[in-house]
């Protein structure tokens, strides 16, 4: 999606909100440079996962091609391998899931948003979370910065 109809969507549903989450956006520095001039944040949390770790968590998922669940060789296997637990349909690995694809999506995302990361780094309100701890000690974090930075 062009910058200026992600930009418009976002400036629109912040209008009329009293608080908001915003997840995976900004992702480039125009898309920052729009929301800089639209609101002021809070918290701005970067959850810090290695290049190798998340080739495995994005190569890992598969889905039914029948009803669409999602599931993970690692994380979330299904009782039996390859099939659907919902519905007994087969699990496919999505053509965007496989590694040369990732790979691609992971160069266009340190591209883009490492420059957005750099932008907010220095700003009041940043925090790094490890994004490779356990999903709870994960949320245990995020909550304390929340706590510590949000206006009440
Ligand atoms: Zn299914």
């Known amino acids: 999606m062009p910058d200026a109809v992600v930009d418009a969507i976002v ?4 209008s009329g909100a009293g608080g908001f989450v915003l997840d995976g956006y ?10 800089t001039e639209v609101t002021d944040l ?5 959850l ?8 495995d968590r994005l190569t890992g998922r598969r889905v039914c091609d029948d009803c669409g669940t999602n599931y993970h ?3 979330d296997q299904p009782e039996q391998e390859g099939v659907c637990d919902e519905c007994g349909g087969d699990l496919i690995q999505r ?7 990732v790979e691609n999506r992971l160069d266009v995302f340190e591209e883009n948003t490492q420059p957005v990361i750099d932008r907010y780094r220095d700003q009041n309100g940043f925090v790094e979370v490890d994004g490779e ?10 909550r304390a910065a929340i706590d510590e930075h949000s206006r009440t």
């Open 11 to 14: 400036e629109e549903a912040l």
């Open 26 to 35: 900004p992702r480039n520095p125009t898309q920052a440079e729009t929301l």
């Open 42 to 46: 809070d918290v701005i949390l970067s």
């Open 48 to 55: 810090e996962v290695g290049h190798e770790v998340l080739v």
């Open 73 to 75: 060789v690692e994380f």
């Open 95 to 101: 053509g965007d899931d496989q590694r040369e694809a």
């Open 133 to 142: 701890q356990s999903p709870g000690a994960v949320w245990t974090e995020i």
